[in-house]
């Protein structure tokens, strides 16, 4: 659905993205994950055919963005980090208005809006004018256009920017909602706990270039070594009577006063063995868990070891003669 091949992006002198390439498949949430200036969101706008880029090559459902790039934006469906709305339209006029942009039937847009509005809340403001809603609304009603067509691939650049929990919780619904009906998402959030829930696959941009990429399970045992698990015993068996069981079957990491945790590669095998050898001691267990290692304890090692490698990328800002065309101007 979305294939990228050594895409790059220059403007001027400054490279803004050096060959990016990935492959997201039908139902296949991405997150693009990276410090502001890494490279995020100009990708976004190469891969929704809105900029063109330097070299590389990308296809949305087999149509090359720059030589089909009508087609391509028919099938995407794009949330800006900063989406620009028509303030004097109401909800209803604006989503019309989009949606004969994209060629839609008046009623199929009709019968879409009215879905999508219900659907994230707005049902009942569809008559207000869009420089009366809140922040978090205009963010949704954004999403909402970005839905109206129904299109197999979406890129969400910060999707839940500005929204209170309640409906940020209500976007991340529909995210999985709309992952589960085959599509394929390109998310960037700086919301890590948001991608960790959601993302099938992390990629970490920095300086433009993907330094890292592969499943959360993929990323954290590559960095951070193998799971770390804890035990606890009964509270009249200290912790330490653990330790010689422990360390033959494998590497003991740390004692405290009422836990002993230790690295293992393969739990299934070993877990099992380690509860009968401390049974035939007469050594109570009270607990045996797997230590949480967090997105942000991954993609913060990555990015610190990136940094301290290379040193700082410079922010991601085209030279001062360049600007982008508004979203009106491009979809037509």
């Not at 069981?245 to 293992?264: I, S, T």
Request: aromatic share 6%; proline share 6%.
């Amino acid at each position: 659905m979305i294939e990228t091949h050594q895409l790059c992006k220059q403007f001027g002198s400054f490279q803004a993205v050096r060959n990016i390439s990935l492959t997201i498949q039908p139902g296949e949430l991405l997150a693009l994950l990276g410090p502001n200036g890494a490279g995020k969101t100009t990708t976004v706008r190469m891969l929704g055919a809105i900029l063109k880029p330097s070299s590389g090559w990308a296809r949305i459902c087999n149509h090359d963005i720059v030589n089909e790039a009508r087609v391509v934006r028919s099938k995407i469906g794009l949330l800006t980090e900063y989406p620009g709305l028509y303030n004097r339209m109401r909800a209803v006029e604006y989503l019309d208005f989009f949606g004969a942009l994209l060629g839609m039937n008046a009623d199929h847009c009709r019968q879409r809006a009215e879905l999508l509005l219900k659907q994230f809340g707005l049902w009942e403001a569809r008559g207000k004018r869009l420089d009366s809603y809140s922040k978090g609304m205009k963010q949704k009603i954004a999403l909402v256009r970005a839905l109206i067509h129904d299109p197999p691939v979406l890129f969400l650049d910060e999707p839940t920017t500005a929204m209170d929990p309640q409906s940020a919780r209500t976007v991340r619904d529909a995210i999985g909602d709309l992952r589960a009906a085959d599509r394929s998402i390109l998310l960037t959030t700086h919301n890590l706990a948001e991608a960790e829930a959601l993302a099938d696959r992390i990629a970490i941009i920095r300086g433009g270039q993907i330094i890292a990429e592969g499943t959360i399970a993929q990323l954290t045992r590559q960095l951070m070594g193998d799971p770390i698990w804890e035990l606890r015993l009964a509270p009249a068996h200290p912790a330490e009577r653990a330790i010689p069981l422990l360390e033959e079957l494998a590497h003991v990491a740390e004692l405290g006063p009422d836990f002993v945790r230790y690295r293992c590669s393969d739990p299934n095998r070993v877990n099992p063995q380690l509860i009968a050898r401390l049974a035939e001691q007469g050594l109570l267990l009270v607990s045996m868990a797997e230590v949480p290692r967090s997105l942000e304890d991954v993609y913060l090692r990555i990015v610190a070891e990136r940094q301290s490698s290379n040193g700082k990328s410079p922010a991601e800002l085209p030279p001062a003669d360049e600007s982008y065309e508004d979203e009106v101007t491009l979809l037509r």
